[in-house]
């Protein structure tokens, strides 16, 4: 989590260096297009501080009040950035649709070009490394700055080639287009990171993938006349958890059934890091066993 914090530094630095840079470009050119670009790199700026935030209390431990962790937080900090990138978004729309009604000429666009293409270097350089971070460690907040990051980038790369064409041709209308387009970009982004945070605090299940491979170990391990079934799971932040009925013998004994527990629990906890399996016995020729879950009637018999 240490490791975590230090990426989050990182991008706190590089949203004010870019906001910096982006601001100057902005005001020596007056593009509206660079307007954007600078808005944008505010909102990095304040989604990094949140991230920053959101981390440091989803390391809490667990506690009385809060037995499963504090993971979920992860959840909201990302779905507060998908918020802001779609209000920067809608910035960006008024902006440029205010600038078609009533063109100015750019000045300066040499000199903006290049902060604006420095800003941009800087930008996809954090958001490859959030990202690669981020998946590597599970992290829907890193992934989520990441993402934005690289909103950031192809937004510089649309508005720095609309600018090299009003350079070209001097056709100044180009400028505004380029901010519409890329707003709308933003807003596509800005949906899949809400919907993401939305499926999080719903408790959606685990990938197919995932599912797979968790039955598959399970399944590997199970002794002659035991099978398993209502299997549950859902992800929290960086941690994952399952539960599911084991169903055993109805004359084996507690310890037994309690062995089988402990192995298959310990198989999954060391093929799938970061999963926590709960299992529940129950006796395998009681009627009561087949009745008490919801979930059996979308599962298909083992």
Not at 66 to 71: I, K, M
Not at 192 to 211: I, K, T
């Amino acid at each position: 989590m240490k490791r975590l914090h230090r990426v989050v530094y990182w991008s706190i630095a590089a949203a004010l260096f870019t906001l910096c840079l982006k601001t100057l470009a902005w005001y020596t050119t007056d593009s509206v297009g660079l307007l954007s670009d600078a808005l944008e790199s505010g909102i990095n700026l304040l989604a990094a501080l949140t991230a920053y935030f959101s981390l440091r209390y989803a390391a809490r431990p667990v506690d009385s009040t809060h037995t499963y962790g504090h993971e979920k937080i992860e959840y909201f900090s990302s779905g507060l950035e998908g918020v802001l990138i779609a209000l920067a978004a809608l910035g960006i729309l008024r902006a440029a649709v205010f600038r078609l009604i009533s063109p100015v000429p750019l000045e300066s666009l040499g000199i903006g070009l290049v902060v604006a293409g420095l800003a941009l270097l800087v930008n996809l350089a954090t958001a490859r490394y959030l990202l690669y971070v981020g998946r590597k460690h599970h992290s829907i907040v890193l992934e989520a700055d990441g993402q934005h990051l690289m909103t950031d980038v192809w937004t510089s790369v649309a508005v720095l080639g609309g600018l090299g064409l009003v350079l070209l041709t001097d056709w100044h209308w180009i400028d505004p287009i380029f901010a519409v387009g890329m707003a709308l970009h933003i807003l596509g982004t800005a949906y899949s990171l809400l919907r993401r945070s939305f499926n999080g605090l719903m408790d959606h299940a685990l990938s197919a993938e995932e599912l797979v491979q968790l039955r598959a170990i399970i399944t590997a391990l199970l002794e002659p006349g035991t099978t398993f079934h209502a299997v549950r799971t859902r992800r929290a932040g960086t941690r994952r958890f399952a539960d599911c009925h084991l169903l055993v013998p109805g004359d084996w004994s507690v310890a037994r059934g309690h062995e089988l527990v402990e192995r298959i629990e310990q198989a999954v906890a060391e093929r799938m890091p970061g999963l926590e399996l709960t299992l529940h016995l129950e006796p395998i020729d009681a009627a009561a066993s087949y009745t008490d879950s919801a979930l059996l009637q979308f599962e298909e018999p083992m």
